[in-house]
């Protein structure tokens, strides 16, 4: 990988953010008009984000990295993958919404009147937190990356708490709290991994604030100050990412928001933060190698707690955010590895874990639009009135859990590769067992709600239907990727190929 | 920079002061005069960097930046807040005269496990320096207060001032970690905290209502 690397200035790392923060900000202007220019715009505004990062990766895989405003915007393969990841769950999650949220009760828990009232609200702040997701992706100055992540939570702090009753609220309080408090640290080891780099006195001031130039001097920095670094950028960013035992947060926050909510916070937000978890820590890899088992023994701790919670749940959208606990602890001990095989696997389960988890949320919204009931003892028998979105959540829970031919399959295997290879055997078993442990918990879930036999008297009662089309094209798209990543890996291989590539500091 | 041409004398009196009402407004349970202890802490950072200001022209943006944002509004917030509530905060976990004890504690351990380990916290040579060394032990020891603030209290308000602690610790020691920070940076870390503030405190608004109460106990609709 002698590959010459140019450094092209460009306009597109700018445009990324900017667009959805400018469509946010029309829709807050333009709150007294209709609800089609809210969505048109929060469609638009999306796919327009989702068509930079495309652009930005044909580029990327050109061999240039792209640079905007001297160096403080920098879009490497990573970066562009994360936009694309941003842009393409933002745009689907919003196409979801369109109908989602015309049902009264299901955008507010209240009548017609205020969820008419609250709509412009909702999709300004959807537009604005997927700005402020890109522009912690393509910042390359690492205090900003904090005040990106932190941005991420105040923008979709009130988007957790939308429903404003007492679950909603608590969810809210706890969110906000809890990720501002978290995140304060991330702050502490931004500005301490600043102040370490400029004092080694290779890098003036203003460089020492860019991630691309702190990694030519971390080995410089002191051992103690550098582990202190890594403790207080685990904390703060690994609270954001739903790391455990920093996670308490999530499932709160992932079942009470809104579901097209859900499925940005569990679908991209979490990715986006362990991100910012990789970019920071990784520079430290090549120093200190021990760093990989504390990362890897993090990330099958969370593995387990993740999915042993998700067994005990009954709330549909609680057993999805636990289990995204989990497999963000698979992410975790991918990229914690450090190796070229295990970046990799991180980074194909993290793009393949967004696609199947929006598709779980979505299919979870949609049984909770034609029931109103999200709880698995009150469901059942739902497959001959709802066959696609039936068929969708068995394709999401088998991709999951690792089934072959699927794509969660093929990184979880990378993964189990990755730690065989860096000789963890101890923690490619762990890794298995709680990869079965997902199948039991998501195939039943899925057979209890879609083939058991209807339970509860409110389900008796109600005359269900399929969902609208427009609710089930994203989904039928996102099981199609499942499928389709799944039997042909090596569609994304060459970005996240460059991608791995960057985060990849410990040995090939 | 040249530390000598700093009023030393001034910002240690400065620095204790602001500890000591760090530990008043964790410690005072009349909410009103808390936020006032509160916002007598966050004029007293504004001193500080003012006085810091006389080596490091940069730090009069800080100043501003953190007058208008702790000084000024995240108190009108906190006292436009409180005014409408309950005068005293609910019981917190630990009683009076023990948390006065931790508290003690956690300001004298913290200063001195700074000020004597600084080499770890501070790699510039600037900062190991006496008065920037005297300046991080301070942040450090607002930024335990602060935590132990929110980890201990029941009351929503009390945890909201717990937080402002603790960011007003991290706040407090930019001034010897990056002195050199640009002020976008140092703009954008501050209004967050602030806009925190506000959405916290909106929120809690929203508890109050469907609660009865700003009792973080009380919020368990979600357990497991």
Redesign the interface.
Known sequence: MSEQIVTVTSSLPAAAFLVPLVGGTLVFLGRKLQRAFWQGTALLASGITFLIGLRMSGQVLGGAVLTTWGNELRVDALSALMVVVIGGGGFLATLYSVRYVTQPGLLTRAGAETTARRMPTFYGLVLWFLATMVWGCVTN?I??L??AV??T??TS??LV?FY????A??????Y??LL??GI?FA??GC??L???A??TQQID??KA?LISEVRHVAHL??A??AL?IVAFLVIGFGTKAGIAPFHPWL??AH??APTPVSVLLSGVMIKMAMYALARTVSIFYPSWPQLTVFAVALGTFTMVLGIV?AL?QDDLKRLLAYSSVSQMGYVLVGLGLGTYLGCYGGLFHLLNHAIYKALLFMCVGAVIYATGIRKVSELGGLARSMPVTSACFFLGALAIAGFPPLNGFMSKLTIYLALAKAGLWWACAIAIGASVLTMVVLVRAAYSVFWGSPHGAALAQLQVREVPVVMWVPMVFLAAACVVLGIFPQAPFPLLDKAAAVLATVGR | MNPLALNAQLIETLSMVMVITSVAAVEIRRLRLAAVAYSAQALLIVGLLLSFAAVNPSLYWWAGTAFLTKAVLTPWFLFRFIGKTQERELPPLIGFAPSVMVAAVLMIGFYRLTHSQI???????M?QQEVFRTNLAVASTV?ALG?YC?LTRRD?IK?VIG?CL??NG?HL??VS??P???ET?LF??AT?VV??VF??L???A??RQ??GTTD?LA?K??Q?
Request: charge should be negative; glycine fraction near 8%; avoid cysteine.
């Open positions: 100055n205090v900003m904090y005040v932190e941005a939570t105040l702090g009130l708490a404003w009753d007492r679950r609220l608590e969810a809210g309080y706890k906000l709290m501002t408090i304060t702050l502490l500005v301490l600043y102040a370490s400029a004092a001031g203003g604030l920095i002191p103690g100050t202190l499932p709160d079942a009470e919670m005990t | 080499a770890l916290l501070a790699p510039t040579e900062a930024f935590l929110v929503a945890t937080l603790l960011e991290v020691s930019l970690l990056a050199e920070l640009p940076a954008g870390v967050e806009v925190t959405l916290l909106y929120v809690i929203g508890v469907e609660f973080t919020l609709e979600l497991w």
